[in-house]
């Protein structure tokens, strides 16, 4: 997991008018938080941590009046409708710490044949990993599954130094036979007919 270097500002000026202010300039504010310290305000560039958060548990490395900080996205706010990013908190973390995270689910391979539907019962699981080790996601193969077939949490390979942070036998991803679908499908029409006749 590669770190991506931003410079920080710290900021004294709080609220939505200043928050305005900063967002016009580009930047983004943000609190920077975590160790049992003050929480710590300040604004970082809007166009370099938009793309830094393009990457899921980015570690963040912070340059904070001259003293070098790492952190990870705790919580992003971003514009409802136009999509900038509004407020972001930030978590400090140390080389070698565990922290609670989540890591996206992602599949490869093709179910069997016959229609069946993948359900994404949780999109991310939630694991525990070293702070400059997080995995950004998993990879599990679907490939030849069949309808009822469910892949749980403990089931997923999780890389070297991971572990899981939710029941072992928590279900990720199962698989739904589409002929239910069908039928119902099928009594809709056969209502509708009689409907018109």
């Keep these: 997991m590669s770190e991506v270097k931003l410079a920080a500002e710290?900021?004294?000026?709080?609220?939505?008018?200043?928050?305005?202010?900063?967002?016009?300039?580009?930047?983004?504010?943000a609190v920077v938080y975590g160790h049992g310290g003050d929480p710590i305000h300040?604004?970082?560039?809007?166009?370099?941590?938009?793309?830094?958060?393009?990457?899921?548990?980015?570690?963040?490395?912070?340059?904070?009046?001259?003293?070098?900080h790492l952190a990870i996205p705790?919580?992003?706010?971003?514009?409802?409708?136009?999509?900038?990013?509004?407020?972001?908190?930030?978590?400090?973390?140390?080389?070698?710490?565990?922290?609670?995270?989540?890591?996206?689910?992602?599949?490869?391979?093709?179910?069997?044949?016959?229609?069946n539907l993948l359900e994404h019962v949780l999109n991310a699981l939630p694991v525990e990993a070293e702070a400059t080790h997080i995995p950004e996601s998993?990879?599990?193969?679907i490939a030849g599954l069949e309808a009822g077939a469910?892949?749980?949490a403990k089931d997923i390979p999780l890389p070297s130094?991971?572990?899981?942070?939710?029941e072992e036998d928590t279900v990720v991803l199962q698989v739904l036979a589409a002929q239910a679908e069908e039928a119902a499908e099928a009594t809709e029409g056969e209502a509708d007919a009689a409907a018109e006749a």
């Design 10 to 29: 710290t900021r004294t000026e709080f609220g939505k008018g200043a928050a305005r202010r900063i967002r016009r300039e580009s930047k983004v504010p």
């Design 161 to 166: 130094g991971t572990t899981l942070n939710v």
């Design 138 to 141: 998993v990879t599990v193969s």
């Design 42 to 68: 300040v604004t970082l560039p809007g166009h370099e941590l938009h793309l830094a958060l393009r990457t899921s548990n980015v570690l963040l490395a912070l340059d904070i009046d001259g003293k070098k």
């Design 150 to 152: 469910t892949i749980l």
């Design 74 to 115: 705790k919580a992003v706010q971003r514009d409802a409708i136009k999509g900038f990013l509004e407020h972001v908190d930030l978590l400090l973390v140390r080389q070698g710490e565990k922290v609670n995270v989540d890591i996206y689910v992602h599949t490869e391979g093709e179910l069997a044949p016959g229609g």
